[in-house]
Every structure is written in C-alpha cells, then in structure tokens.
C-alpha cells in the first residue's frame, strides 16, 4: 500500500479525479434506475446478442430471476459508486465495477453484423465507451489511491494497530 | 533563566505538537477527499429532481392532466360475490385457454410452465370470481379433454376449496343450453357459430360472454339484438382493450379534449407471418397438428354452412374463408372499432368503402390479404380508416388526428402537438412544446402521467397490449373484462362492451364486408336498421 506514495502529485491528483468521476458516473446510474419505479433490465437484456445472449433470454424468462438481476444491478452500481467515490473498499468496487461493465459490453458489443434496434448516442466500433470506463477501472484497481485518498486510510491504519 | 529555558522548552514542545497535529489532520482531510464530492452529487441530484418534477408539472398542469389516475378498485368485496356462477364454455381451443386462465383457472401443463417459468405467482394473485367451470362443449375430443382437465384443476387463485360440483362434457351446445346448473356460457368457437349459439344462449336465459367478432351474417345482427334484449342475460364481447389502463387514460384526455376536434382516424394492422396470416394447422416441424373425422365431429363444425370435406387445413385455418369469418375485418378490425367506439362513440358509419385483394398469401383462401375500408361519420365530422396487411410488419399504429394535437395510442399513449394548434399556440411558441416530440406520453408499466420522455423509454414502453399495471401490479386485461363481465351478471348493471355496442360494432363490419364483395360504397338506413 506504499504505491500512493511513488506516485508524483500530478500523477496521483489524476488517478484520484478519474476515480472520483466513474464512481459519480456509477452511482448515478444506479440512484436513477433506484428512483424509476418502472425500471428493469428486462429492456436491455433482450437486446443481448453474441456469447451473453443465451443467458440473458433466461433472465428474462423467469420473473424472479429478473427480479434478482434488477435488484443486484441497482445496489451494484450504488455501492461501486459509493466505494469509488469515497475510497472505501476502492479495489474491490473498481474489480466489482470492471467486471459489471464488462457484462454490459459482452450483452451488446459493438461489432459488425450485430444490429441493435435502440440507437447508440455514439459511434462505435469494436469498441465502446462501456469498454473504455471498464478498461479504466481495471487501472484504477491497478494504482490504487484510496489508502491515501479515502476512507481506506483508517482501514489500513486498523490493520496497521 | 531556568525559567526562560523551561518556557523555551514548551514553546519547541508545543511547536512540535502543533505541526504533528496539522499533518495529521492533512491526512484526514486527503482520507475523506470524496465526501465533499458525494455532497456535490446528492446537490445535483436534488436540483435535478425538482427541476424535472417542476417541468412536468408545468406541461401536464397547463393541459389538466393533474389528476388522471389510474383504476384502483380491482378486488371485489367477499359479499359482492357471495352467489357462485356456473359457467360453461363453448369451444375449448386457444382463446378459451385464456379466457380460463382469466377466470381462474389453467391446465395443469400450464401450471407447470408457468411455475417453472416464475409467471404463476402473478397469477395466483388474481381475484378469485368465485365461478366454477362446470360444462365444457367442443366438437373435438383433444380440445374437450383439455377443457375438463382445465376445469378440474384445483391450483386456483385465492386457493378457494376444491368445488364439489362434477366438470361435464356436453356433446352440442344446445344440450348444454338446456341444462339448468348453467348460469352463464362463454363462446370461443369459430366466428359463424357466435351468434346462432348466442342467440340460442339469450334465449336460454344465460349469461352470454362471446368472443369477436359478434355476427356473421346480416339477419344475425338484428336476431342477436332482440334475443339479448328481450332476455335478461347481460352480454358481453370480447374485447379487453377498454381494461387497459391505458385506455382509461386515452378517454380522460378526449374528454378533456386535449387533441381539439378529431376529424380522422386511422387505424392499421401490420402483420408479415405465416401465423398472422392464419396458416395455423402446421407444428413446429411442418407437421400437421392433431385432428380427423373420428375425433372431430365434421358436421357440427360446419353448422348451418354448406357441406364440405374435412380438412386439417380447414379445421385450424378457418379465418381463410367467409363462410366462418369475415378474415382481417372479423379477426382484427372489430379489436380497432371496438378502441375507437368505445372512446369517441361513433356507433354506426353512414357509408363505407372497401378495397383490397389477396396480393401475397396465394393460398386457397378468399379472405384478402390487403384491406382497406374507409368509413365516413358525417355526424360526427369524423372519419375512420382501417388498413390492413399481412405481408408487411412495419407498425403503422392507431392514431387519432385533432386540429391542436394527435394522439397514438397503442400499448402506450403519445400525445404530439401540431405545429398549427390555436390550442397550444402559446406554449409552441414558448418552446415549452414541439411539434418534434411528443409532449406527453403514458407508460402503461407506471400509470403515471409522464411528460417527455427519452426515446428509448418510449421505444420500450410501446410494446405488449396483454398486460396493464394496476398499483404496481402486472394483471391481465382479460381477466379485468371477464371479471366486469360476472360483476355485471352479479349486479345486473351492463359491461362496457355491451350489446348496444356488439351491435354498432357488427353493422360496421357487416358493412366493411358488404362494400368489399360487392365492389360498391354501401349505406346504413338506420329507419329500416339494414345495409343498402
């Protein structure tokens, strides 16, 4: 946990923003879905196409699953933004959050010949913004400011005691 | 001096305690570095919030649309229902299917699919009607079976104690009409038994729950509605749309007259299958489905219409040939009168024109696979369009056209203003609203009056017509209709889909079909109530 302090200011003050910024995107996401009663993946996943596809139609085909899914999805993304934002458990939350992301990216990759009947607010090939945010978080696990920057301190300070 | 030495000690103690201090509390603050920008976020979140509650609000308040609220009342007293009602069912193919299910009642397969699939504790949430299917009639044995082990089924919503009373199979239907421990039938034959049995049942003193369309041919419309009025049975027409939440809504904003003076409407339907065509006799492998004359009684089926061999094809394929149906006008055209009636009550068209042809399915089949029949309300100022085809499945909706704004209304509502409103002139003008996009839309999954939506929210939300959300809860429209149905057999007051409008809706088709064979305009002489 002595990264933090290699890094210089700049680099450090950098990592510290990005991560201050996807946990804002995420936690986001997760309190509109959380205030849209009408909201469900139901929509999402019966786009699903490629490797995920398959699975997703599962989701979708049991009500409780769905429910699960719903449920699990909104807290996800409250929590990974919590733990983003404040630095609490910020590994586990940018691992937790790369590995959602990437679930979204795998339902519906941009590649060629799949077609998606909702427009994309960009233009994409291969890859994705959800690629790109995913990718990134991988590096924020990576080069971890939070001990430092965050409510890991006093956990890291427990340990230390 | 010691003393001085002594001060100058504290002084370097306390320096050093004061810098550690600081530095401790540097540290403090870099550790809680993302409270102040959570504090930030929740700020944003809140001023979001009410600055979209505060647009919505101004859009849905200037056009009074405040207080449209969506049904509650969707479970009847135990003192309302405390009389059981026998029914009997009258054809047992698909459409009783669902009209079971309605009532409360699924074939044990179906119980199974749906628990496996996680569907059947929505299900059991239904209200239980406190009815007992008691009779099943159908001219097939396979259909029949079905219909007593549907009946049979003790997996009941309200998990109301097994009946007592035995599920008996009636050879015809005038055996079941004779039998007086039947209250009530339900007819989901083929179309050109729906009045004969009708009529039968009215005169029988049952209770008569017919699915579309109402009458065939035209000595049935009048026969139909003399038999029911005379009777004191309360019918009701299959056509479960009114249920939707959506539709109630749809009513409130005409009566509010939020779209100005409707002069057209049009609706469509837009199918491109084999199924949607009604080639329905093959399984999923392109083998014929199940049937023959020993299982099937051949003469029965066919009534009152002239003799011919019993086919598969025929059997499944009916709706292909006008001696059973009317095809796009029976099967789907009564679904879009029965919407438009029910909400602008135009009753009986003046005049109507049809056109059409069979342009893509080339089968053996008379019923046109391209229709279009214009139907001219001049006391109203008001014409309805229908267009179907079944080789094209580019949803063309239902929409109803007024000088200040146009209305679609589909599993969905989505209210557009015209660039020409003098209503909305104001708020155009203003850009609080756009010719561009809609300036209301109704999502069935809330309920809830939504003013501008994304266009994603809205792609989804205009999908699937078979359930509504009542209080948060999903509920079949159908069974909403069938429970009306058995309220009003209960309280004597008449269902939304009435005979007055079965019989409004079966003159309008009559004359569709009527204009369509005869290559002419036809009229309504409402004197001598016939097509001229």
Not at chain 2, 81 to 91: A, E
Not at chain 2, 94 to 110: T, V, W
Not at chain 2, 126 to 153: K, M, P, S, W, Y
Not at chain 2, 450 to 474: P, Q
């Amino acid at each position: 946990m002595k990264n933090e302090q290699k890094y210089t200011t700049l680099q450090l003050t950098t990592l510290v923003v990005l991560r201050l910024l996807i946990g804002w995107h995420l936690l986001y996401e997760g309190l509109s879905k959380l205030y849209n009663p009408s909201w469900s993946s139901k929509g999402f996943l019966s786009e699903s196409q490629w490797i995920l596809s398959g699975f997703s139609d599962w989701v979708i085909s049991n009500s409780s699953v769905l429910n699960v899914v719903d449920f699990l999805n909104t807290w996800g993304l409250i929590a990974i933004g919590l733990g983003l934002i404040l630095g609490l458990f910020a590994r586990t939350a940018a691992i937790a959050g790369a590995l959602l992301l990437l679930m979204y990216y795998f339902n519906n990759p941009p590649l060629i010949g799949l077609e998606y009947s909702v427009p994309t607010e960009g233009n994409y090939l291969v890859v994705s913004k959800t690629l790109i945010e995913a990718v990134a978080m991988v590096a924020l696990a990576l080069f971890s400011t939070s001990s430092v920057f965050g409510l890991d301190y006093f956990i890291s300070k427990l340990k230390k005691s | 001096m010691a003393q001085d030495k002594n001060q100058n000690k504290d002084k370097k103690g306390s320096e050093k305690t004061a810098s550690g201090m600081s530095i401790q509390r540097r540290t403090l603050l870099k550790a809680m570095v993302g409270v102040p920008v959570l504090g930030a976020l929740a700020f944003e979140v809140a001023q979001k919030n009410s600055y979209d509650i505060s647009k919505k609000k101004r859009i849905v308040k200037e056009l009074g649309l405040n207080d449209i609220e969506a049904p509650s009342i969707l479970k009847s007293s135990s003192k309302d229902k405390r009389d059981l009602i026998r029914v009997g069912m009258i054809g047992f193919g698909n459409r009783a299917k669902a009209l079971s299910s309605a009532l409360g009642f699924l074939h044990p397969l179906d119980t199974k699919n749906r628990r496996d699939s996680g569907s059947l504790e929505n299900w059991l949430e239904q209200d239980d009607l406190n009815v007992a299917v008691t009779g099943i009639c159908d001219v097939f044995d396979l259909h029949a079976e079905n219909g007593l082990a549907t009946a049979r089924n003790e997996v009941r919503p309200g998990n109301p104690p097994a009946s007592s009373i035995p599920v008996k199979r009636y050879l015809n239907y005038q055996e079941m009409l004779d039998d007086k421990n039947i209250d009530a039938v339900m007819i989901a034959t083929p179309d050109h038994h729906h009045a004969p049995i009708a009529i039968a049942a009215a005169r029988a003193g049952k209770h008569i729950y017919c699915e579309k369309s109402p009458v065939q041919r035209e000595w049935e419309l009048n026969a139909l509605y003399d038999a029911v009025k005379e009777s004191k049975v309360t019918y009701q027409l299959g056509h479960q749309i009114t249920k939707n939440v959506i539709f109630q809504q749809a009513k409130e904003i005409v009566k509010r007259d939020i779209l100005g003076k409707i002069t057209l409407v049009e609706t469509t339907t837009n199918r491109n299958s084999a199924s949607g065509a009604w080639i329905r006799h093959l399984d999923k492998n392109g083998n014929l489905l199940p049937g023959d004359e020993k299982s099937i009684d051949w003469e029965q089926w066919l009534g009152n219409r002239p003799q011919k061999p019993f086919t598969v094809d025929r059997y499944y394929n009916w709706t292909k040939w006008f001696d059973y149906d009317m095809g796009m006008i029976g099967q789907l055209f009564t679904h879009e009168f029965d919407a438009v009636n029910q909400l602008l009550r135009i009753g009986i068209p003046a005049t109507v024109s049809s056109s059409g042809g069979i342009y893509y399915w080339k089968d053996n089949r008379e019923m046109p696979d391209s229709l279009h029949c214009v139907f001219e309300y001049p006391n109203h100022n008001l014409t309805l369009l229908y267009s179907g085809n079944l080789a094209n499945s580019n949803n063309r909706g239902r929409v109803f056209m007024g000088h200040d704004a146009t209305m679609e209304l589909g599993g969905s509502i989505s209210i557009t203003p015209d660039g020409s409103s003098t209503r909305y002139k104001k708020q155009l003008a203003e850009g609080i609203i756009s010719p561009s996009e809609p300036m209301i839309t109704m999502n069935p999954n809330s309920g809830k009056v939504d003013a501008v939506t994304s266009a994603t929210e809205k792609y989804y939300s205009s999908r699937g017509l078979t359930n509504t959300f009542v209080n948060g809860k999903k509920v079949d429209v159908t069974h909403l209709h069938v429970k009306e149905w058995i309220d009003c057999i209960r309280s004597g007051e008449l269902p939304t889909a009435n005979i007055e409008r079965a019989y409004e809706e079966g003159a309008a088709i009559l004359m569709a079909q009527k204009s369509y064979l005869e290559k002419r305009q036809v009229k309504w002489d409402p004197v001598n109530k016939k097509i001229v």
